[in-house]
């Protein structure tokens, strides 16, 4: 397994992907976050099996996506991508990551505290949901984690 910077030249992998995710993000979404962020991949031989989208803006870091092939859930790819993340864009400096999940992924929200991000408050209504809206939880953690101290 690797991890390595994704460019716009992986778009199509992003997609294949992202479509599969519950909420996909779309082309538009992911061809303007691979130009702009910092796009990191999992890779496993040839193939991309995950795929995590950061924004870094002074010293504190935004994980704006992170999502696993479908078929490849529940092997540890999206821990080992968010940690391996985590610890590639340490090397710029964070001094803590931020997030937004939703209230109802708690597949996600499990991953989060697992590595040591705390619930820090709600955002009210802040996802669409079918014809409704979910509420957001906002997740922190400090950088380095603990585990590499
Ligand atoms: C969320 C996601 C990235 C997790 O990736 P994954 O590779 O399936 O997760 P891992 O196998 O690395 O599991 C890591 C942790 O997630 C949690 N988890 C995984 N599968 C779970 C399940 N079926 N039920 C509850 N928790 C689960 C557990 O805390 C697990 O840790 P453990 O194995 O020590 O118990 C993946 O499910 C995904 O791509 N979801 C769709 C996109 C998405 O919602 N992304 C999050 C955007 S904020």
Known sequence: ?????????????????????????????????????????????????????????????????LVVASGEGGRGYGRALLLGGLEWMQQLGPSRCILEVRESNVVARGLYRSVGFGEDGIRKNYYPLGAGREDAVLMSAPLPLDEWK
């Not at 992911?30 to 991309?48: E, F, K, Y």
Request: charged residues 20%; aromatic residues 10%; hydrophobic residues 50%.
């Open 1 to 65: 397994m690797n991890i390595d910077l994704l460019s716009h030249r992986h778009l199509a992998r992003c997609m294949a992907i992202d479509e599969a995710a519950p909420f996909p993000w779309g082309k538009t979404h992911w061809s303007r976050s691979l130009r702009d962020d910092h796009c990191l991949g999992l890779w496993r031989g040839a193939d991309l099996v995950a795929i995590s989208a950061f924004t870094l803006v002074f010293d504190e870091l935004s994980l704006m996506n």
